[in-house]
């Protein structure tokens, strides 16, 4: 394990766009991946780079910044997320809906009695949403492609979505496609989202493995905690260890010593120790 920017902060995002959100002082900017301040330290709040753009806080107000630190879409928004094929949603005094990366309203959900607000975004044209009590999937055109009919919802990724469905066994997770197929029955007591292949999941509520697309567990349930792979690491939670990174094997690639991290991405990944956070590199993607 080798560090590549020593614990400083009080808080580390992961990297995009060769930009990391960091807070220092109680105020969030932006380092580049050497650890220079590139974006100065002045917003309340701030989010990663995604398409080119990051959303900050001004004060209690969000908008939306460059990679030079120009704001190029104005602090109007309650609260703010990524950008995902063009579209952000965004939350405002009225109502929440969707902006493209020039500022314009694009997408205005106009069912009763929904709330959108979930930091959802658009993949595979569909985006999750609530109406009544309960989520489906709406596409581009404001019309549900799946009803609402789940507990919960995660938007898709990598072709499935996890769902929360109601059964007599209790509440359980499982993955539907884009058509609304349950392609992975609902046996979990939590699911997140696929990448490169694999995703986590609880079997019961300790314990977390990793199943592969069938819905069979290819990493056995032995972690407290875990997330999706990145750069072919996950990170994962051993008990009273800390966190630590395993590969697609299952084995340990860097040992768990961290109160918390972050996935990693263009080779590096936010990592907290003693109440710092710094970045470490990932030396296994260079062998």
Sequence with gaps: MEYCITPQFEYALPYSH????????????YIDLEGKLVIESKYRQARSFSEGLAAVCFQDRWGYIDASGELVIDP???????????????????SCCYIDTSG???????FENTWVGRGAHFSHGLTCIEKDDLVGFMNVSEEFDVPPQYLDARCF?????????RRWVGDRWGYIDP??????????????????????VSIDYEMYGFINKK???VLRDRYERARGFSEGLAAVRF???GWGFIDTAGDVIITPRFSDVGRFSQGRAPVCVDGEWGYIRNTHMEQ
């Design 18 to 29: 060769d930009r990391a959100a960091v807070r220092r002082d109680g105020v969030w900017g």
């Design 76 to 94: 109007v928004f309650i609260t703010a997320y990524d950008f995902y094929n063009g579209l952000a949603e965004v939350v405002t005094a009225n």
């Design 104 to 110: 314009k309203i694009a997408l205005y959900p106009r």
């Design 157 to 165: 990724s990598e072709g499935l979505a996890a769902v929360l469905k």
């Design 179 to 200: 058509r609304g197929r349950m392609v992975i029955r609902p046996v979990f007591f939590n699911a997140l989202d696929f990448s490169e292949g694999l995703a986590p």
């Design 215 to 217: 819905g069979r567990l």
């Design 239 to 241: 008990f009273s260890k």
